[in-house]
């Protein structure tokens, strides 16, 4: 795909869409920008909820799927993806608060379906950072009793190689791809293809 520009929610200057060295695979990242969005966005009057919706419509029948990364915060910029999205997976880490949270980010859905987006699905609840301890033990099998139909099957394992290609600057597919995140990944895969 060319090197197509796209505006960003605030109508800053345009982000581009690169193109990787992945088959049918383009992004856009992140900037340093974004991170007044949040303030900006709660001062906003014309459907500052819908900012990234409206920028996507316009290039996604280009794009079979658009993923949205989300950064681990409940602020403007997650609704503005729910608010773009056909579904969500909610990342879980081991911990308490991590959790706690669910609760809240499940009321955020629930609102962002009533307010903004009522065909907003929820694909479920992926618990990656798994390790052989008590913590992980422990957060898994609080997860698959409180949410058993919403935890998905597959469980990203902690692994150093996921960090290693990021510094890479590589998919854990051509960094690693046996190791164990990899396997992984391909797992969620094709649960998510069912």
Same mark, same amino acid.
């Given at each position: 795909m060319d090197d197509t520009l796209y505006k960003t929610i605030l109508e800053r200057e345009a982000l581009r869409i690169h193109p990787t060295t992945v088959p049918n695979l383009d992004i856009v990242p992140a900037h340093i920008l974004l991170s007044n969005t949040d303030i900006e966005l709660t001062v906003a009057k014309d459907h500052r909820e819908a900012r990234l919706k409206k920028e996507l419509d316009q290039v996604k029948d280009r794009y079979e799927h658009v993923l949205i990364d989300c950064p681990p915060a409940l602020s403007w910029l997650t609704i503005? +993806?729910? *608010? $773009? +999205?056909? +579904? +969500?997976?909610?990342?879980? @880490?081991?911990?308490?608060?991590?959790?706690? @949270?669910?609760v809240q980010i499940s009321k955020t859905i629930h609102e962002v379906k009533e307010f903004y987006?009522?065909?907003l699905q929820l694909l479920g609840l992926l618990f990656t950072m798994s390790d052989p301890t008590k913590n992980s033990e422990a @957060?898994?099998?609080?997860?698959?009793? $409180?949410?058993?139909?919403?935890?998905?099957? *597959?469980?990203?394992p902690k692994n150093t190689d996921i960090r290693d290609a990021h510094f890479s600057q590589k998919d854990i597919f051509d960094y690693a791809p046996n190791s164990r995140s990899a396997e992984a990944y391909n797992r969620l895969i094709d649960e998510l293809s069912l």
């Open positions: 503005n +993806a729910f *608010t $773009a +999205a056909d +579904a +969500a997976m909610v990342v879980v @880490s081991p911990g308490y608060f991590e959790l706690d @949270s669910i987006n009522p065909n @957060s898994i099998r609080t997860l698959r009793t $409180a949410y058993p139909d919403m935890l998905l099957r *597959t469980v990203i």
